[in-house]
């Protein structure tokens, strides 16, 4: 990587942060940026994207403040790195309907979001394939390719379900750039070492959409009754337990170090540990590593005046690095 290169990443405020979201999303976004320093870090809130899920505007702002407290209190620093709300940006959707007037249909069609609400349709026995599809929806993928490609981002670090996201950007950028002229840098998919698919205390992946998420931010009895709901199996305390089947075991070892994933591990083999003991050591574990994000993420929620103009002041400065791509697009379409 070079100065020149830009890495990218936005998560949706559909609901409260948990877990999953800081070890399969937020740490690794973090981790790549301070280990690529002569690269340029932005991070956003996608939130007009959770508009296709989230109807109720109250919530909707709470979401918006929970995830940008929740970006800051794990280590986002706004002075060093780009941090701004999407809908802060109107370069982004003003190239989204740009982008829209040369993408296919047949590629939209192609999206596995849409491609999902179709088939569940059918299954259903719907007559309507498109019930319940809205047009955020089926055209998500090109808002998604404004937010890449508005700012030249080279990176995009995003879990394995979103890189099709990824792949139709460039196929939108790369068509783009054959009518028009060289407009945009085409982006690759980055799937950081370090990121993980964290399972949900009922064994399938951690998402609000199943409610088996473990909270990132909340009380202290509220984390360890989310842990103490992880599912295990009928085991006696004393017996041999097999990590790899374990959901403990999987989420622990995505917060302790090495060695002391290593002892868990032998401790569950030779029977010496039971199920709430292990799941007393994975409470200890996380709340003494959320112990100071917890605090400054309370400090940011009870002024959240102050969440604003930190996104605000990122806004300005999305906008300024916005502006010369968009002159760019402008130009070749011949506004």
Known sequence: ?????????????????HIGNYAGAIRPALNLARRSPESSAMYFL????????????????????????????????????VFYRQSDVPEVFELSWV?????????????????AHVDQNTRSGDRDPDAGV????????????????????KYVPVGKDQEQHIEIARDIAARFNRCYGEVFTLPLYMASPSSAEIPGTDGRKMSKAYNNTIPLFGSRE????????????????????????????????????????ETMRDRL????????????ELYVLIDGLLDRPRAMYDELMSDRSHIDRVLEAGAGRARELARPTMEKVRQAVGR
């Open 1 to 17: 990587m070079n100065q020149s290169d830009v890495i990218l990443t936005g998560i949706k405020p559909t609901g409260s942060p």
């Open 46 to 81: 996608a939130d007009f994207h959770a508009l296709t899920l989230v109807k109720d505007p109250a919530l909707f702002r709470d979401r918006c403040h929970e995830l940008a407290a929740t970006w800051i209190a794990c280590g986002l620093d706004p002075d060093r790195q």
């Open 99 to 115: 982008l829209s007037c040369s993408t296919s249909k047949g590629l939209m069609n192609r999206a596995h979001a849409y491609k």
């Open 134 to 153: 809205n047009m955020g929806v089926y055209s998500y993928p090109i808002l998604m390719a404004a937010d890449i490609l508005l700012f030249q981002a």
């Open 222 to 261: 509220t984390l360890r009754r989310a842990i103490f709901g992880i599912k295990t199996d009928s085991s006696a305390p004393g017996a041999p337990k097999d990590p790899d089947a374990s959901l403990v075991f999987q989420i622990f070892r995505q917060f302790a170090d090495r060695q002391r994933t």
């Open 269 to 280: 083999q030779q029977g010496l540990i039971s199920w709430k003991e292990a799941k007393e």
